[in-house]
């Protein structure tokens, strides 16, 4: 049931605002967490009613209007990977991760093959994804391929995204891989990222095969039986060397650049 003020609800710059119906009231404070941020929630977040034509600002934690049968949350307008150019090199780099070590490309590298992904801790699509994410990566970790994650946000305009803040991410979900803070943005620029969740899939010798997504979820679910495009890809990758076809390019929160005109 649409709440009666819906078609009013008024323009965000830079997000859109998703109406998700259909849960029950002890599951939404969680929807909500999973599909905006991982900000603090309220227990009970108050429902937002216009003023004649005037409504209250809209601050995260991005919940905008809570009834008993639909809810509002804000989320940002996706970014996805534009073009990709496959068998170019990984650049080499040495970041600070969380487990309180530094790491090269050459330490995080496999055997048969490398993931580079680039992800934060807040973005919709990166939280939507994340436990697929790990458990994708522990998969191809005990087939020889490598697998590192890269945080490049500025967390002085995205607190979340902080060093420390990446700790308590990565131990929330057990990453089994290195999580590394790129605080300079010099490797992201470097690799040409784009967004979050951004996967950089490389041979064993290096050079990129998949410029892929993890599947065909987004803020929501795959369908039952989906591909596991990622784990699909770099196993191809391994057995033959090849570039696997038909790859759907990624898509997420862009890059929180610090420079505002990137």
Not at 19 to 37: F, H, I, N, P, Q
Not at 57 to 76: G, H, M, N, R
Not at 136 to 151: S, T, W
Request: overall charge neutral; some cysteine.
């Amino acid at each position: 049931m649409r709440p009666r003020y819906a078609q009013a609800l008024p323009p965000t710059a830079g997000a859109r605002l998703q109406l998700v119906c259909g849960w029950t009231l002890a599951s939404k404070e969680r929807k909500a967490r999973a599909l905006a941020s991982n900000h603090s929630i309220a227990p009970n977040p108050r429902i937002l009613e216009p003023v004649g034509r005037r409504w209250p600002p809209l601050e995260p934690p991005y919940i905008d209007c809570l009834t008993q049968s639909a809810f509002y949350v804000k989320v940002p307008m996706a970014t996805a990977v534009a073009s990709i150019t496959l068998d170019i090199p990984a650049g080499d780099f040495r970041l600070p991760a969380t487990d309180g070590g530094t790491y090269s490309l050459h330490d995080v590298a496999g055997k048969n093959g490398t993931v580079i992904v680039f992800i934060c801790n807040h973005c919709p699509y990166v939280l939507a994804v994340i436990d697929r994410l790990v458990a994708d990566a522990r998969v191809l970790m005990a087939e020889g391929i490598g697998f590192a994650a890269i945080c490049a946000n500025d967390a002085a305009a995205y607190p979340d995204d902080s060093f420390a803040n990446m700790r308590r991410f990565a131990e929330e979900h057990a990453f089994p891989f290195s999580y590394l803070h790129d605080e300079s943005q010099t490797v992201a620029r470097a690799y040409d990222a784009v967004c979050t969740p951004d996967f950089f899939g490389y041979d064993r010798d290096g050079r990129l095969k998949y410029r892929g997504r993890l599947d065909e979820g987004r803020t929501t679910p795959p369908k039952p039986g989906a591909r596991r495009e990622l784990v699909e890809a770099m196993r191809e990758i391994a057995r033959t060397g090849h570039a696997p076809d038909g790859q759907v390019a990624s898509i997420g929160c862009s890059i929180k650049w610090k420079t505002a005109d990137v």
